[in-house]
């Protein structure tokens, strides 16, 4: 059974820096992109990033797309999510999860299982 735990997530303040990690355990993922998404209070699950096995390939979100870069340690079984010049409407839970679907795209919600439990990122204005 594949297990996600995000951390790194914290309060920080507006122009700040944060960098998330996402650690699996129970498979190797090295085949399967991983996608980051946020979700903010009484808002949908919204895609963030996301890389594929390899690392050649990488999508974001318009919003994010600049300040934000996802990388990956197939070694370590790990991806990060690097998040510069942070805005109070990046406040949200951070979810990493695994694409298991790939006909839909890297950036649809319905491409992902096996989500992790999130980690709080709340930026002060």
């Known amino acids: 059974q594949v297990q996600l735990v995000e951390s790194g997530g914290g309060v920080v303040s507006a122009g700040g820096s944060l960098s998330l990690s996402c650690a699996a355990s129970?498979?190797?993922?090295?085949?399967?992109?991983m996608g980051w998404f946020r979700q903010a209070p009484g808002k949908e699950r919204e895609f963030v990033a996301s890389?594929?096995?390899?690392?050649?390939?990488?999508y974001y979100a318009e919003s994010v797309k600049g300040r934000f870069t996802i990388s990956r340690d197939n070694a370590k079984n790990a991806v990060f999510l690097q998040m510069n010049s942070l805005t109070f409407e990046d406040t949200a839970i951070y979810y990493c999860?695994?694409?298991?679907?790939?006909?839909?795209?890297?950036?649809?919600?319905?491409?992902?299982?096996?989500w992790g439990q999130g980690t709080q990122v709340t930026v002060s204005s």
């Open positions: 999860a695994v694409q298991v679907i790939y006909g839909l795209g890297p950036t649809r919600l319905g491409s992902y299982d096996h």
């Open positions: 129970g498979a190797t993922l090295s085949s399967h992109g």
């Open positions: 890389i594929s096995g390899s690392a050649d390939s990488t």
